[in-house]
């Protein structure tokens, strides 16, 4: 039962943080897992916590549906092309030894927290080059405010293969790659991204999910997935209103110190 509580808590710890910064928590949740359970199998791991991540997206999604946030049609197009690599990514998992699983985790973490702190963020606007080329997406959130932008489709698309699989293969969601892409390389804005990342999430983490499962990863993660999805579930929905009430520069600013603290953790274990 204690043990049960102290899941229920990092679920929710995860889940509020994670849907703040709409990457579903698992880059938090995967080294812990790591920590606690340093002889387990990665492919155990990561199916453990992609099912977490998925139960984390779902509940914040619909958080963010009721706050009109998302953008369903960008969404619904990036998790297609994100599939194939999500599926590919989880039967991976199995070839890679378990020392280069911690270390590729801690390494891409350390990288994408660096790239995001240093680069300017653009002055946050509900307007991002609506004149030119790309797909242009226009949309009202339920506070009134208007979003529109336009972004490159097939850089897109591309994009999103790559971090299906990345996601799949690591157990971390995807959402610390594909929220900086959505802002940095696909003109969203923040809170946009946040919001639709959280969304192709529960969709691409739930095909990933199923992968585990029917290779048999989750069969003896169950008792550790109820109290950390339940947790999630419930996290998820104070962490999209917490983003409310940040600024947009905030939520990029702490995602990105929150993914150098892990990564630099994750790979300082290699070496003690």
Not at 2 to 24: H, K, R
Not at 84 to 89: D, E, N, R, S
Not at 131 to 154: C, E
Request: glycine fraction near 12%.
């Amino acid at each position: 039962m204690t043990v049960f509580i102290l899941f229920l808590l990092l679920g929710a710890v995860i889940g509020s943080f994670g849907t703040l910064i709409g990457v579903g928590g698992g880059f938090v949740l995967l080294p812990v897992l790591l920590w606690l359970y340093p002889n387990e199998p990665p492919e155990i791991l990561a199916g453990i916590s992609l099912a977490v991540v998925f139960f984390n997206a779902l509940s914040g999604s619909i958080a963010y549906g009721r706050q009109k946030r998302i953008e369903y049609k960008s969404g619904l197009l990036f998790a297609a092309a994100a599939l194939p690599g999500t599926i590919l990514g989880a039967m991976a998992t199995e070839l890679i030894p378990r020392r280069w699983f911690d270390f590729v985790i801690g390494s891409l973490l350390i990288i994408a927290s660096i790239v995001m702190l240093f680069r300017p963020l653009r002055a946050t606007s509900t307007v991002h080059e609506v004149h030119g080329r790309g797909m242009k997406v226009s949309l009202t959130d339920a506070a009134g405010v208007s979003y529109t932008f336009r972004y490159n489709l097939w850089l897109g698309l591309s994009l999103s293969f790559v971090v299906g699989f990345i996601s799949s293969i690591l157990g971390i969601g995807g959402g610390i790659i594909h929220v900086p892409a959505l802002v940095h390389l696909l003109n969203f804005p923040v809170h946009i991204a946040t919001a639709t990342s959280h969304f192709i999430l529960a969709l691409m983490t739930f095909s990933g999910s199923m992968t585990h499962l029917i290779a048999g990863h989750l069969a003896t993660g169950f008792a550790r997935i109820l109290p950390l999805a339940i947790g999630v579930i419930i996290g998820a929905q104070l962490g999209a209103r917490l983003s409310n009430h940040l600024h947009g520069t905030h939520i990029i600013r702490a995602l990105a110190f929150a993914l150098l603290l892990v990564g630099l953790r994750t790979v300082w274990r290699l070496w003690i």
